[in-house]
């Protein structure tokens, strides 16, 4: 998940030993304070608070689910989820994640298996509406999900075709926030272009 704004970005991340994670860039010239927020459990999920200038506050969440874990998977995300929507002064919370969760019909709230239709029902017990509704993986299924407390506060949800951004075989998603946030003015740097550059003339000085 990245929240950007055009400009380099500072980097939060966890991950599994054995491969996979989950990462949050939140770009640099951001001026509210930017806490991670502590996950007592193995799941692969990770939460940041941005807190604004009227001390309101912003979740964004992401996680990754592997397909085979069960019950005690589920109540791990679901019972943070809860955690995180309980938090004072919380204006909105973004969770976005690829939850391998091929059998659910999200545009009926329909599912294959018992642990599917958990999933279902915790969401809509949290009040969570999932925006996905097109396929994100090459196989037709919709596995990277974007789950939001109010869906007033989100635009132009898209999910790109596949080679969109990067070499994989889930889709990227991209949204706009709605949201006023400060920022830092852009500090003029100098940045040399290699492609004008004076090759032979350099190469003359360094070997002198």
């Known amino acids: 998940a990245v929240v950007s704004t055009q400009s380099r970005s500072r980097l ?12 949050i860039a939140i770009s640099t010239n951001i001026t509210s304070v930017v806490n991670i927020i502590p996950i007592g459990h193995k799941a692969e999920f990770l939460a940041l608070e941005l807190v604004l200038e009227d001390k309101s506050k912003i979740v964004l969440s992401t996680c990754y689910r592997v397909g085979t874990l ?5 109540n791990a ?27 659910i019909e999200w545009d009926e709230g329909t599912a294959r298996t018992v642990l599917e239709t958990n999933f279902v029902e915790g969401f809509a017990e949290m009040n969570l509406l999932q925006l996905i509704k097109t396929p994100t993986h090459s196989k037709g299924n919709i596995l990277d999900l974007l789950f939001v407390n109010s869906n007033q506060s989100i635009t132009d949800v898209n999910v790109h075709g ?19 946030c400060p920022r830092k003015p852009r500090n003029r ?16 000085d360094l070997c002198q």
């Not at 069960?70 to 589920?74: I, K, L, R």
């Not at 995300?77 to 059998?103: A, H, S, V």
Request: glycine residues 10%; proline residues 3%; hydrophobic residues 35%.
């Open 70 to 74: 069960g019950a005690e998977n589920f």
């Open 12 to 23: 939060v991340i966890t991950r599994r030993k054995n491969g996979g994670g989950v990462l």
């Open 189 to 204: 740097r100098m940045c040399y272009s290699y492609k004008n550059a004076d090759w032979e003339s350099l190469n003359k």
């Open 162 to 180: 596949e080679g969109g951004y990067c070499k994989s075989d889930h889709f990227p998603i991209t949204f706009n926030i709605l949201q006023r």
């Open 77 to 103: 995300i679901t019972e943070t989820l809860k955690m995180l929507l309980r938090k004072k002064k919380l204006r909105k919370l973004y969770f976005i994640g690829d939850l391998n969760l091929p059998g």
